[in-house]
């Protein structure tokens, strides 16, 4: 017993006591982390129930009778939400649809090939998204001009398109590098064409990857706002631009304006916690690869 109650009161190594403070500090920076992140939205979404008077009150208002006035609002008269909302999931939900399935059979070839500088073209086709908006702008508004597509739907959804396809072929070449050829000859031996290995062997396995590069995709789709800006019209524009219409010169109406912040941010964070199991797996495998 003695021996026991001397090992309990025995002191804690310098190693033991630096782990234990770094994992204090871990736990402190994750809650600051969580803190910036998490405020801002909620006091968004408190806004968006608060009356005129409470949303523009001097004294921040932490209590207050909730109201729906401002989603009423929203869907009532000139402001009607209902075609913005509609127009986004069509251009987001198409663009990130094709990106992946383009995205699948391109990364797959530029998984699979063996070429020289096969790198450096996995660098170039993912440079291709670092390049700035301001920079590609004008001349896909002189192609899109040329072929009617401004102020449509197929417009928004190829412009989306040059930014979200670059980043789902090097996303999904990743994940292909993850599955061993040998499954896929084993299948060759099997008797199955390429494509049917293809179909029936590597895509179950990179489901994962499918599900990550369709969210992230959807996400950088569904908030774009300078390529909205900028090929939308009334007949297509989007969610970020309906909220840019209530920022006016005779001031801006916050209450409505926190309401339609909420409406853009909750569907797509319901959409990454539906999917979190496959969202991390993909982000922790294939992301880190960097074929």
């Given at each position: 017993?003695?021996?026991?109650?001397a090992a309990r009161k025995a002191p804690q190594s310098p190693l033991e006591a630096t782990s234990r403070r770094s994992r204090w500090l871990v736990v402190l920076l994750l809650a600051l982390a969580l803190l910036w992140t998490l405020v801002p939205l909620l006091w968004m979404l408190l806004s968006s129930f608060k009356n005129r008077t409470d949303v523009t009150a001097a004294t921040p208002q932490i209590l207050f009778a909730p109201t729906l006035d401002?989603?009423?609002?929203l869907f009532s008269g000139p402001n009607n939400l209902g075609p913005y909302i509609w127009h986004s999931v069509l251009a987001a939900g198409i663009s990130a649809l094709l990106a992946v399935c383009l995205g699948a059979?391109?990364?797959?070839?530029?998984?699979?090939?063996?070429?020289?500088?096969?790198r450096h073209l996995a660098f170039?086709?993912?440079?291709?998204?670092?390049?700035?908006?301001?920079?590609v702008v004008v001349p896909l508004f002189l192609i899109f001009r040329g072929l009617g597509l401004i102020d449509s739907i197929p417009g928004l959804v190829l412009a989306y398109l040059t930014f979200n396809?670059?980043?789902?072929?090097?996303?999904?070449?990743?994940?292909?590098a993850e599955v061993p050829a040998s499954l896929e000859e084993s299948a060759l031996v099997a008797g199955c064409t390429r494509w049917q290995a293809f179909w029936t062997v590597?895509?179950?396995?990179?489901?994962?990857?499918?599900?990550?590069?369709?969210?992230?995709?959807?996400?950088?789709?569904?908030?774009?706002y300078a390529f909205a800006v900028v090929f939308s019209g009334p007949n297509s524009q989007t969610l970020p631009i309906a909220a840019s219409q209530l920022v006016t010169q005779t001031g801006v109406d916050w209450g409505q304006l926190t309401?339609?912040?909420?409406?853009?941010?909750?569907?797509?964070?319901?959409?990454?916690?539906?999917?979190?199991?496959?969202?991390?797996?993909?982000?922790?495998?294939?992301a880190v690869t960097g074929e």
């Open positions: 017993m003695s021996t026991v109650t401002n989603y009423r609002n059979l391109a990364g797959y070839g530029l998984a699979r090939t063996q070429m020289r500088g096969k170039w086709i993912i440079s291709t998204r670092m390049a700035p908006i301001a920079a396809l670059p980043f789902a072929i090097w996303l999904m070449s990743a994940f292909f590597v895509l179950p396995l990179t489901k994962s990857g499918l599900v990550t590069t369709f969210i992230l995709c959807l996400v950088f789709a569904w908030n774009d309401a339609i912040g909420t409406i853009v941010v909750v569907p797509m964070m319901l959409a990454g916690l539906a999917v979190r199991r496959w969202l991390v797996t993909g982000l922790t495998l294939g």
